[in-house]
């Protein structure tokens, strides 16, 4: 006997599929989109900023004035971390997020620059979420996704090998799913 028997599998199939059908149907249609270069559209504006004297870079005030500048023009704050670059003179911060995006680049000794603001449409804004972008909350949700996507392979090869007709099956498909794997991955 079993330890989990094919009833209990097939109730913990249903829960998780049901479960994770949104966001698995999100990453399906836009990483199928995306990966024909189909990736969705941003209205950009600019904000032109005047930089304090003396300005010092660093993650930490150069987000500051950021989010400074964005809170006066009344634009959401990004929602991922930033990305902050300093090469020389060459300074950079970007932001990313599922609706907006920032982008902030300047040399010194710049006395102004611009902030460029990319607000995604509606398409793009799911294509970011694939992409990690979102909040912490919708990683969170997508962790959740790769864990039950991976519970629902195994319980599907569970119940495929509980039925005597099948397990062959099963066998052969997953010999020639990973040797297809390896082939593709080498060629590519």
């Given at each position: 006997m079993s330890v989990v028997n094919r009833q209990q599998l097939i109730k913990i199939h249903t829960i998780l599929a049901t479960l994770i059908f949104p966001v698995a149907l999100l990453f399906l249609i836009t990483g199928a989109l995306y990966t024909l270069h189909i990736e969705g559209d941003y209205q950009e504006t600019s904000i032109k900023v005047e930089l304090p004297t003396n300005f010092q870079p660093s993650l930490v005030s150069t987000q500051a004035l950021v989010v400074a500048q964005l809170q006066q023009h009344n634009i959401?704050?990004?929602t991922s971390e930033p990305s902050f670059k300093q090469q020389g003179q060459n300074v950079r911060l970007r932001w990313g997020g599922a609706d907006i995006s920032a982008d902030f680049k300047f040399s010194l000794p710049a006395t102004t620059a611009t902030i460029k603001i990319y607000d995604a449409d509606w398409y793009q804004r799911f294509a970011r979420l694939h992409k990690a972008d979102g909040g912490e909350s919708f990683k969170y949700y997508a962790i959740f996704m790769s864990i039950s996507l991976?519970?629902?392979?195994?319980?599907?090869?569970?119940?495929?090998?509980?039925?005597?007709?099948?397990?062959?099956?099963?066998?052969?498909s997953t010999?020639?799913?990973?040797?297809?794997?390896?082939?593709?991955?080498w060629i590519n």
């Open positions: 959401s704050l990004p991976l519970l629902l392979l195994i319980s599907g090869f569970m119940m495929a090998w509980q039925v005597p007709k099948h397990k062959a099956l099963a066998a052969r010999l020639i799913g990973c040797v297809l794997f390896v082939i593709l991955f």
